[in-house]
């Protein structure tokens, strides 16, 4: 969700004022996603690397997540939505993780779609914090090492699609494991301006795209025996 700053200070306003505006984004894309076929939707609220930033806008995004989930508790359960939380808690205020905690189970059931804030969050750390936990696991294979990166549910390991907003194109250290054979959509767009249209527009290219995932074209015909002529 790139480019709130951006989108602010084009109009004269605080850093901050960018945020709300992609706060609000946010709850319209997450609305919409459903309705365009989405089952999991992950967000990159606040990375590891983001505490390097000025105290009073580290302070806006915490209470956007605090609010974020008091919203969630009130309406997800109806909407059947899923919410939990990725990346590290010992850095978060107590209160945080508890309104985290709360929001998670208040929403554990929702099948319709599963939203997942990535805060505090650095794919690396990830990827050492599940290494870690490789104990004496012999032989580790990809399925066994994303069970202990991402838990039991097997489609989070494998993101379909990756869309940055705000005009930069790289990873920023999210999903790495994740996106592996993910397609990538990159859009000079800023996030609060990022509408369920512009959403739809990214799924429909990502409708026009070949994924191989190392393989051959669905339509080359595979031999299933070769002739050597001599
Ligand atoms: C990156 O844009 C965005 C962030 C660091 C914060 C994203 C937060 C929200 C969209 C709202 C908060 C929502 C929750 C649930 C916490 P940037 O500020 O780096 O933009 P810039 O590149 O234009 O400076």
């Not at 209160?95 to 985290?100: F, K, P």
């Amino acid at each position: 969700m790139d480019g709130n700053g951006r989108w602010a200070l084009a109009r004269g306003l605080p850093r901050v004022a960018g945020h709300q505006a992609g706060y609000e984004a946010m709850r319209r894309i997450v609305d919409a996603a459903p309705g365009l076929g989405i089952r999991y939707l992950t967000l990159y609220a606040f990375s590891s690397d983001n505490w390097k930033r000025p105290a009073e806008e580290v302070a806006t995004v915490m209470n956007l997540l605090e609010r974020y989930l008091r919203e969630a508790v009130e309406d997800y359960g109806i909407k059947g939505i899923r919410l939990s939380v990725i990346g590290r808690r010992d850095r978060l205020p107590l209160r945080l993780c508890a309104a985290i905690e709360a929001a998670e189970n208040a929403t554990a059931g929702g099948e319709r779609l599963h939203v997942r804030i990535a805060f505090d969050y650095s794919a690396r750390g990830e990827i050492l914090a599940a290494a870690a936990r490789l104990g004496g696991m012999r032989e580790p294979t990809v399925s066994s090492f994303a069970r202990l990166l991402v838990g039991a549910n097997p489609r989070l390991a494998e993101v379909d699609l990756l869309i940055r907003t705000g005009g930069e194109q790289r990873l920023s250290d999210f999903l790495l494991w994740e996106c592996a054979y993910a397609e990538l959509y990159f859009t000079p767009v800023m996030w609060p301006d990022f509408t369920p249209q512009e959403l739809a527009a990214a799924i429909e290219e990502f409708g026009r795209r070949e994924r191989r995932f190392g393989g051959l074209p669905v339509s080359t015909p595979s031999p299933n025996w070769v002739e050597v002529q001599g």
